[in-house]
């Protein structure tokens, strides 16, 4: 079971989660993208609840866009899963601080209110030393939101894409499915 972690103000009808929607639904990869409560501890209680309902019965792999990228890190690290990181935010409790007030959701329009203490929330999340056999990191020198290099700091010992241009929504993520797949050992004969 492959989780997709979307991003701040995001949802799991998302353009990158539908694109490995499709891919995975094409490929017979079993595969849920929730669409999560910016309330970071609820966000983290769903996806635990998740992975909880699904290791049991099949192996679960982590996806993570942006501050879904610092959950797939943290969720990888208490649950010893793999993880394939997109352009994360590595110090969100620093980097959303921008973000404080009120929201709207990229999908549907609906307001949130972000505040300081989701941003306290956030700090019990960090990982101090992840476990970078089980991270794959892809990163963009383009992202306009975050810099990438604060990933490449952290996960230096990952492996790693990194691109020159692109964006913070990395641009042709579908390039690199196979490889995904791969790094997750998820073999289908039609990959």
């Keep these: 079971m ?52 699904y290791q049991d019965n099949e192996p679960v792999y982590l996806i993570g866009a942006s501050l879904g990228g610092y959950y797939a890190m943290y969720l990888s690290d208490k649950y010893d899963l793999k993880a394939v990181l997109i352009n994360p935010a590595m110090d969100p409790c620093e980097t959303l601080k921008r973000a404080l007030g009120h929201g709207v959701n990229y999908y549907d329009n609906s307001t949130y209110e972000w505040n300081e203490s989701h941003l306290d929330m956030l700090m019990n999340y960090e990982i101090e030393e992840p476990n970078e056999e089980n991270i794959f990191l892809l990163l963009q020198k383009g992202d306009e939101l975050l810099d990438y290099t604060e990933a490449l700091d952290v996960l230096s010992e990952s492996k790693t894409i990194l691109e020159e241009g692109g964006n913070h929504g990395f641009e042709g993520i579908e390039r690199h499915f196979e490889v995904i797949m791969k790094f997750f050992n998820i073999n289908k004969t039609s990959i």
Excluded: D, V
């Design 2 to 53: 492959i989780i997709y972690i979307h991003g701040f103000g995001s949802s799991g009808e998302a353009s990158k989660a539908n694109a490995f929607r499709e891919f995975c639904q094409a490929n017979e990869i079993r595969y849920i993208a929730p669409s999560l409560s910016t309330i970071p501890n609820l966000a983290i209680n769903t996806l635990s609840e998740l992975i909880e309902s």
